[in-house]
């Protein structure tokens, strides 16, 4: 029999489990084979170039174990390297960022859209030109919100501080005439419960995943390569840090009991700092 292929998923730590989480909702048959960069996380601050060269290796990584389709499931990530990676590869490649914005077309009603996101995606202005590229008389106002991710990264349960932070970062979009807010990260989902009190219940919270895996599926069918056998599929889950506390973090986002491998990847991109001051 052959063997089944996986979807591979990768992001710079623990946000891309929430595209995860919605992959085996609707494509429970689905192999998935994920990747979090823990170890260089966040990539928000570091310089796209540096980014593109991290995603790069972890596709190497990642078509060394002979995946179906690639999902890069960080927005980052996504701005810095999607149309490298599509070039590189002879699968299936998608992104989080056009997903992320159908959705908020398909939702605003008064065409005001905010976008939260790291530096690095709010810098690239990739949200605000696939919007505009789409629709050119949407208002777009977009935030970066640097704490966040480490905030999620942390796997800090004190709902105190979290919303003390939250309230901190969102603090200067707040002002902004909206009705919908992009999550342009996919850690953000994880704690969407404290960006909605923030910015109140008038605002709808639009995460990629949702769209994204919808479009996975869509892509899958269409070049027929969903899987077909029944038997129950064995999913992959490696990290470049710490193994416990990627597991704990995600065991308790997706509801399920999974096994973790550490992984180390290429010195020559640990030892450079590009991170941004």
Known sequence: MEEQKAIGILDSGVGGLTVVKEVFRQLPKEKVIYFGDTARCPYGPRLLEEVKEFTLEIVDFLLAQNVKMIVIACNTATAAALQEVKKKVKIPVVGVIRPGSLSAIKHTQTGEIGVIGTEGTIQSGAYENTLKQINPKLKVTSHACPTLVPLVESGIEDEITIRQVVKDALKPILS???????????????????????????????????????????????????????????????????????????????????????IELAKKNEEKSSIKK
């Open 176 to 262: 902004q005439k909206m009705d919908s807010l992009i999550l342009g990260c996919t850690h953000y989902p994880l704690i969407s419960k404290y960006i909605q009190e923030v910015v109140g219940d008038q605002v709808k919270l639009l995460s990629s995943a949702e769209e994204t895996a919808r479009e996975v599926s869509t892509i899958l069918h269409h070049q027929n390569l969903l899987n077909q056998t029944e038997n129950e599929p064995e999913h992959h889950f490696y990290t470049t840090g710490d193994v416990v506390h990627f597991k704990q973090i995600a065991e308790k986002w997706l509801g399920r009991a999974i096994e973790v491998t550490h």
